[in-house]
């Protein structure tokens, strides 16, 4: 302990510079300062003399590294209202340095703080007491106000949550804190809730947003019906925190002190439940017995709590102690003896609890304790260098009877049988010793045997858990007691999971990879084991299920099947959802997994496909096996050793509508169809018998206003399964994009009915292929009710209908010196085809024009600009020509004569480097990209050139060449499918 505090001395020397620094900073920089923001609220003048200065730093620095609940904590210093005094409190600590500390506020600030209850494990209707601590963090005074105590279903108490009660708060002065308590009686059902409190904001409070605690945790339990939603738990062997033992009735009693519980144990290290009992105090440190009566140190009220031989409180039989750290207590000579860490002194007191200062005497060791006295001395454990010192009746050294002790954290001490038993923090474990010192072994005795345990199954009315370390079975009663008698020992080294299958124990042996059977008395079965597949390396759990063994495997993330005999089933396998499987049960045709890493419970049917609705949280670290038995699952907490069980709802079902797809996406105006869905129950309940209805839509959010198409029926599905429809349909007989799903009439106790249509599956009669002589395509445009497709090779322009069938009568041939169609367009009349020059000398960059019907009109030519030489397509709006480059990654404007229009020019985005499509639509610029080494999308810009990335979308063609828009809709030709791909006017 002088260590820590010697560790602590030099970090506070280093923190006096960084003070030193930060406070001089912060005088010039307060407004920048995130600490300055905090420290309004908050006064750190903490000895109340108006400034902010080394006095307030020294009582800082006794305090620096406490946490609520420690000797040293004092909310004062706790600027930033953590519950902690740490680097935080620090850096608002200096920005106030030097100041008046009230950080330019001047406003008072009402928190709650320190929530804790006098039990947190309760029976139904049982009373207890809520505890919370009102502080007003601001500067300024806070005029009186009301507290209202809360139930919560979480730990996030606000005033919505069920109001359990009142009290008053007087007027607070800055920094000023009043403890507050309520008794209340536990909720009727057994579950799992939180308590906690709310202050009414008060005038010109600087923040209204901070008024409630946080909430603490109770579980109420009725012995073990954990209620519908709830979950509750039972100890392994318990007594997983000891802190002193003690002797008396023939009986060891040892204190824990995380359980706030006394457990029992017979004289021989048995336990000896009946009688235990649990503690009123919140940190019970050390046990003694006398007059009757059982006397208890609590270290952090610096209090001795009485309780009658039976362990009813007995608060008539209470005293203060007047002491900082009190540590173990005795009884001898008509004087209690308590050690007090602080001083490293023993503190004497009447058997009234009166002080008796003649009977204190000093240590001189460095970490007492516990105490006991025996053959007229005092023993007391010191935890700095695990001895035993000893000292006479009027408190002298006997250096030569003090022993060493072979413990790895020494706590509490006792002499019975003419023995010393030590309690062991670390090993749960307690240890003898001879009247003489000596190690004795044989009366060695653990207080948490089963501490780690690995997994759990139940057979025969009885809960089996695998301990790893022990390699043994611990049994224990449906109650969750230890029934010792239930207990076997294992041949197997690395045991890890364990289930029960006619009349014989299952043991998992990962590093073996093997399965060890067992007797149902614990007896080996060798001709039942049997190997795991190569590739089930990482075996994480076992169940037995449908006449087969159910292994899941961590690394591979799947289940593997075996039969009885240990063959392999590998049809069976199946694959899971979740990444750190750590143990499986089988219950109602459903499979569950823990999950170690999500701290969750996965769902599965019977072949292995999710049931996500049947999934439910564990909400406990470190969950490893499961385990279906009296109506509830039990999962093993391997950090807390401890046994959890909840109550899950009665399985219900749950449709949905999956996968739907047309066998074509692209047919014909008025062509035949097939569309396919899967009607799935993903809940974990079994389905009535119902209909499916399928619709036609205008967008893919099916519903049941759609469209009406056509009808099934759909018969009872089990939990996971799936049933796959179809229907055959015909295409509109208009051109256009339309959306095709179905929904599933819900059924009768249907868990979620918001959830039972699919999505829609794109269907466009809009797509059309081109003729197969128009293999060649570079620009498309809509005109005169038709769609033109220029084709280099062909020097040549198709023509189709506005369905896309060929219109042959309306082609026309290109001039004989259009020998490089680029891109085509039409304005006035006319049509207007680019021409990119012949490639060896790109001397014809400019733009044909032809009339309606095809025929040449030369007039209307014009030559592109000479930096517009690799013109790569063509479109027409608002009265001007805009001719996209590849070369220059730019768009070029020009005037309905030709003419150039500089002053509309404008750049493409750097990824749109291949520009082959450019349209207008919606007051934007359309370009189409077309790459190999960047998405083929169409890039958006405004009517000015300006990007507009909101308005971008992907194309599914390959090698776009052309784009234009027509009746709300967009139509890109593909040069590598020659086809036209329709998109509506939102890209989709």
Known sequence: MSQMFLNKGIAFIAALVLLLCVGQASAASN??????????????????????????????????????????????????????????????????????????????????????????LLTPGQMFTLNVTVRNHGNAQAAETTLTYYLSTDAAISTSDTEVGTDAVGGLAASGTSDKSIGLNAPSSAGMYYYGACVASVSGESNADNNCSGGVRVTVSDGGDGGQGSETSFDLDNNSNPQDILYANDRFYVLDREDARVYGYESDGQRDSAVSFRLNSSSPSSITYANDRFYVVDEEDDKVYGY????????????????????????????FYVVNDGDDKVYGYGSDGQRDSDADFDLGISDPRGITFANDRFYVVNDGDDRIYVYTNSGQRDADAGFRLFTGDPRGITFANNRFYVVDFWNDKVYGHGSDGRRDTGADFDLHSNNSPQAVTYANNRFYVLDVDDGKIYGYGNDGQRDAAADFDLANSDPFSITYANDRFYVLDPSDVKVYAYTSSGQRVEDADFDLAGNNNDPSGITYANDQFYV???????????????????????????????????????????????EKVYVYTGAGQRVGAADFDVAISDPRGIVYANDQFYVLEVEGAKVHWYAIADPTPDLIIVSPSASNDSPNAGESFSLSVAVRNQGAGSSAGTSLRYYLSTDDSITTSDTEVGTGAIGSLTAGVASNQSI????????????????????SGESNTDNNCSNGVRVSTANFALDGEN?????????????????????????????????????????????????ITHADNRFY???????????????YAYTSSGQRDAAADFTLDSDNSAPATITYANDRFYVADFSTVKVYAYTVSGQRVADADFDLAEDNIDPFGIAYANDRFYVANNSDSETNKVYAYTVSGQRDEDADFDL???????????????????????????????GQ
């Open 31 to 120: 407004a920048n300062n995130a600490a300055a923001t905090v420290a309004q609220s908050a006064n750190a003048d903490l000895n109340g003399d108006g400034m902010v200065g080394f006095a307030d730093f020294l009582i800082f620095a006794g305090m620096f590294g406490a946490n609520q609940g420690d000797d040293r904590y004092d909310a004062r210093a706790d600027l930033d209202g953590d519950g902690a005094i740490g680097f935080g409190d620090f850096l608002i600590f200096a920005n106030a340095f030097g100041t008046s500390g009230s950080g330019g506020g001047g406003s008072p600030d009402l928190i709650v703080i320190a929530p804790s209850v006098s039990d947190t």
């Open 552 to 598: 899941p495997d961590a690394e591979d993330e799947k289940v593997y099947v075996y039969t009885i005999a240990g063959q392999r089933v590998a049809i069976a396998d199946f694959d899971l959802a979740n990444t750190s499987p750590s143990g499986i049960a089988y219950f109602d045709n459903l499979f569950y997994v823990v999950d170690a890493a999500d």
């Open 956 to 986: 599914v063609s390959s090698d776009p060449f052309g784009i234009i828009y027509a009746s709300d809709r967009f139509y890109v030709v593909d040069g590598g499918d020659n086809a036209v791909y329709a998109y509506t006017s939102a």
């Open 308 to 335: 009658g031989s039976d362990g009813q409180r007995d608060a008539a039989a209470d005293f203060d102690l007047g002491i900082s750290d009190p540590r173990g207590i005795t009884f001898a000579n008509d004087r």
């Open 728 to 747: 055959d349909l015909n295409a509109p007989s208009s051109v256009g994009i339309y959306y095709y799903g179905a929904c599933v009439q819900s059924v």
């Open 775 to 823: 293999t060649d395509p570079e620009g498309i445009v809509y005109a005169n009710n038709r769609f033109y497709v220029v084709d280099a090779r062909d020097g040549k322009v198709y023509a189709y209908t506005s369905s896309g069938q060929r219109d042959a009568a309306a082609d026309f041939a290109l001039d004989s010196n259009n020998t490089a169609p680029e891109g």
């Open 833 to 847: 085809v680019i021409d990119r020059g012949n490639v060896s000398d790109r001397g014809d960059e400019k733009v």
